[in-house]
């Protein structure tokens, strides 16, 4: 949320990192781990009297869904955004997959966002919604909207998206001229 001794006036970064996490993914990635975990147990230890299909469905299906489930959550547990003075990057998750990189070039505007909400978007992850553009969604609160030269937005939830907004904004202005 809004903190204000976090508020920068000086010069920013030269790379500005922020990131966004949610805890809650974790319950979700250990059911997945237990569906996995069942699959497993199915497999190897069965005492399935009624046909070798049936336990075949079973095992491929606990293993399938512990697997959606996991890897699908852990995508999600956080997001890092990275400014830098050409472009800004998104990366979720502990491996960085998705990952976005937007140009700077390609950005007609930063905003504030002081409530973004998974519900908002359709739940936790990269979404897309047409009304809304592409967001990635990790928890509720705080988020940048990019608009793009394109006519899309990009929302992400990120801790001090104040700050976020202000170096984007601070880096689409033209260089100020100097002395010749």
Same mark, same amino acid.
């Given at each position: @949320?809004?903190?204000? +001794?976090?508020?920068?006036?000086?010069?920013?970064?030269?790379?500005?990192?922020?990131?966004?996490?949610?805890?809650?993914?974790?319950?979700?990635?250990?059911?997945?781990?237990?569906?996995?975990?069942?699959?497993?147990?199915?497999? #190897?230890?069965?005492?399935?009297?009624?046909?070798?299909?049936?336990? #075949? @469905? +079973?095992?491929?299906?606990?293993?399938?869904?512990?697997?959606?489930?996991?890897?699908?959550?852990?995508?999600?547990?956080?997001?890092?955004?990275?400014?830098? +003075?050409? +472009?800004?990057?998104?990366?979720?998750?502990?491996?960085?997959?998705?990952?976005?990189?937007?140009?700077?070039?390609?950005?007609?505007?930063?905003?504030?966002?002081?409530?973004?909400?998974?519900?908002?978007?359709?739940?936790?992850?990269?979404?897309?919604?047409?009304?809304?553009?592409?967001? #990635? #969604?990790?928890?509720?609160?705080?988020?940048?909207?990019?608009?793009?030269?394109?006519?899309?937005?990009?929302?992400?939830?990120?801790?001090?998206?104040?700050?976020?907004?202000?170096?984007?904004?601070?880096?689409?202005?033209?260089?100020?001229?100097?002395?010749?």
């Amino acid at each position: @949320m809004r903190d204000p +001794s976090r508020i920068e006036n000086g010069p920013h970064p030269e790379v500005w990192t922020g990131r966004a996490t949610n805890r809650i993914q974790w319950l979700l990635a250990l059911v997945g781990a237990a569906c996995l975990a069942l699959g497993i147990e199915l497999a #190897v230890d069965s005492a399935w009297s009624t046909g070798v299909a049936p336990l #075949v @469905m +079973s095992v491929v299906g606990c293993i399938a869904a512990g697997l959606l489930v996991l890897f699908g959550t852990l995508a999600f547990v956080h997001v890092a955004l990275k400014v830098d +003075s050409e +472009s800004l990057e998104v990366r979720c998750g502990h491996i960085g997959l998705p990952r976005r990189r937007i140009p700077l070039a390609q950005v007609a505007g930063a905003e504030f966002a002081p409530h973004v909400t998974p519900r908002h978007w359709g739940g936790w992850g990269y979404r897309w919604r047409p009304e809304k553009g592409t967001a #990635v #969604v990790v928890r509720r609160g705080e988020g940048v909207v990019l608009r793009l030269w394109d006519g899309h937005t990009f929302t992400i939830t990120v801790d001090n998206a104040e700050s976020a907004v202000r170096v984007i904004k601070d880096r689409l202005r033209p260089p100020a001229p100097g002395p010749a």
